[in-house]
């Protein structure tokens, strides 16, 4: 839990909780005390049903059938498997430079060593570079006359607002929007501890998993191994084979690897086989988001190639990103490619065309602009119609500025934040078609109307946070490197498993046949 006055402010100002200013650090503590369990120890108090349940199944928890489970029953599964104690939370945040860094990519890490001038020995591998920025964590933070313990903006001064965001969106957080850089840093701080816990557990699983595959890894089956098979095994491993080995070497090699992944060595560790024991979660997870992100770089790409000229300029207006005139079509794809990890930098026009008819109605009374509200009370007004209504109300107050315009910006950020979960839900199939007809794409013959909801949400989600990986493909990714080869292991052994079968059968056969002709 953060100790320093000014960590304690930062602390209560990344999770949303007032302060008075000033404040002595007593009556801060207390503050950060009463909001410790709800944001650190459970934070999933505040999650919906829809997060519960997904939380429930990543972790492998068979759930039941929605209408039969209550909010509050999710939570206490959730508790039940929650990812660590309240003394393990508490420990972990006094330890923060333990695992803090885990999250970061190699380059990264490289960045903040050279940018404080820690020496980091080539050849500058992953667990050393890890090793060497926590060794130099504290003195960083002295020199720049701030605490350790709940770090300020100092920690991510090496990252651009791009990599803020790439962060959020590999790890399945959803960046703030509108956002600025300290929002983006907050965000990336106040998630840290559950992307760790998130990573580890995946690690420590496809760990636990390869071990096992490794374990019925016989030597009997070793020996069985043709010369091609060893040498692919190898390969799938990453184990360095050196030109002219021969036959009983490779056998030799592929017999160390198994030992050093089950521990079995002198060390009695599978340090050696996962990289560093301080960075074995960080190195699969830094393979795992480059894969991952490339898989979301792509799916981005493939949904951008499909939009309207006007969906594309509206995403980069967004980002404040300026458009020529006259830029074509190509041209705009590969601008929006380009700020793909481009956070909104404020509310704009297309804002106000996610929202519900409720919500825009509601806007367009509290504005007090007359000519929208003329538009909003008359009878059968379209959803388009709203639409221009309050776009036209906020331009007008976004002019005006002062309090009208602080009045816009309130609304919207209420009416976002409660329209996030079920945003679609009550719009009526014309009504989506209409929104899908705005970034150019024409709605699948006969979908009905889920089916709808689902297209204008994909859209609606790129179009506001730019590219994203989910968290399951992260973990997927995760697993996938651990260990690149364990699953071929798996499929080696239920071959051998079947040959043995085969001919164990065929020397029954052989028997019976031989014992026939005896008789």
Same mark, same amino acid.
């Given at each position: ?75 206490? $599964? ?110 990336? *701080? ?53 030109? /002219?080995?021969? &036959?009983?070497? &490779?056998?030799?090699?592929? $017999? ?46 493939? %949904? %951008? ?17 300026? %458009? ?12 929006? *490619? ?48 709203? %639409? ?25 950020? $209420? ?36 089916? &709808?909801?689902?297209?204008?949400? $994909? ?25 690149? /080869? ?7 052994? *239920?071959?051998? /498993? ?22």
């Amino acid at each position: 839990m953060p100790q320093v006055h000014e960590d304690l402010e930062r602390w209560l100002s990344d999770h949303d909780v007032p302060y008075p200013t000033p404040a002595d650090r007593k009556d801060l503590e207390k503050l950060v005390q009463k909001n410790w369990d709800a944001n650190v120890v459970e934070p999933y108090q505040s999650w919906d049903t829809e997060k519960l349940t997904g939380y429930l199944k990543q972790k492998g928890v068979e759930s039941k059938e929605s209408a039969e489970e209550t909010r509050d029953s999710l939570i206490a $599964r959730v508790r039940n498997s929650w990812y660590e104690t309240e003394d393990k939370a508490q420990n972990g945040w006094i330890n923060i430079k333990d695992w803090i860094l885990d999250t970061w990519t190699d380059s990264q890490l490289k960045a903040f060593c050279d940018r404080h001038g820690i020496p980091v020995p080539q050849p500058r591998k992953r667990d050393t570079l890890l090793q060497k920025a926590r060794e130099n964590y504290e003195t960083v933070a002295q020199k720049a006359g701030e605490a350790a313990t709940y770090p300020g903006n100092w920690l991510y001064e090496t990252w651009s607002e791009s990599d803020l965001k790439e962060w959020l969106d590999t790890h399945g957080f959803p960046a703030p929007q509108p956002t600025t850089r300290d929002k983006l840093i907050a965000s990336v *701080r106040r998630n840290s501890r559950l992307a760790y816990l998130r990573m580890q557990e995946q690690s420590e699983s496809s760990k636990k998993a390869a071990q096992d595959a490794y374990a019925a890894l016989t030597d009997k089956l070793i020996d069985s191994w043709s010369e091609s098979q060893l040498k692919e095994f190898c390969d799938k491993n990453s184990i360095n084979v050196p030109q /002219g080995t021969k &036959l009983n070497q &490779l056998r030799a090699l592929v $017999r160390k690897h198994r030992a050093e992944i089950m521990g079995d060595t002198v060390a009695g560790t599978a340090a050696s086989a996962f990289g560093a024991a301080t960075s074995n979660i960080g190195s699969a997870a830094a393979k795992a988001t480059d894969t991952a992100s490339k898989a979301a770089q792509d799916a981005f790409d493939k %949904v %951008v190639d499909t939009w309207s000229d006007s969906r594309l300029k509206g995403y980069l207006d967004a980002r404040g990103v300026p %458009v020529p005139q006259g830029t074509k079509t190509n041209e705009l794809r590969a601008l929006v *490619r380009k700020n793909a990890h481009k956070a909104a930098s404020g509310w704009t026009a297309w804002t106000w065309d996610d929202l519900s008819i409720e919500n825009l109605r509601n806007y367009i009374a509290s504005s007090g602009n007359a000519a929208a509200k003329k538009v909003s009370d008359k009878t059968g007004a379209t959803r388009d119609e709203l %639409v221009d209504a309050a776009q036209s109300a906020y331009a007008s107050a976004s002019s005006a500025g002062g309090d009208s315009y602080a009045s816009a910006t309130s609304f919207l950020s $209420r009416a976002t934040d409660t329209a996030k979960a079920n945003v679609f839900e009550t719009w009526s199939e014309s009504e989506l078609k209409a929104y899908l007809d705005s970034y150019g794409i024409p709605a699948p013959q006969g979908s009905n109307l889920n089916e &709808l909801r689902a297209l204008a949400r $994909r859209q609606h989600t790129y179009f506001k946070y730019g590219t994203t990986a989910p968290t399951e493909t992260l973990f997927a990714k995760v697993k996938e490197n651990v260990l690149g /080869g364990w699953d071929w292991v798996t499929n080696q052994l *239920r071959l051998g /498993g079947e040959a043995a079968k085969k001919k164990a059968e065929e020397a029954e056969g052989k028997a019976k046949e031989k014992a026939h002709k005896e008789l």
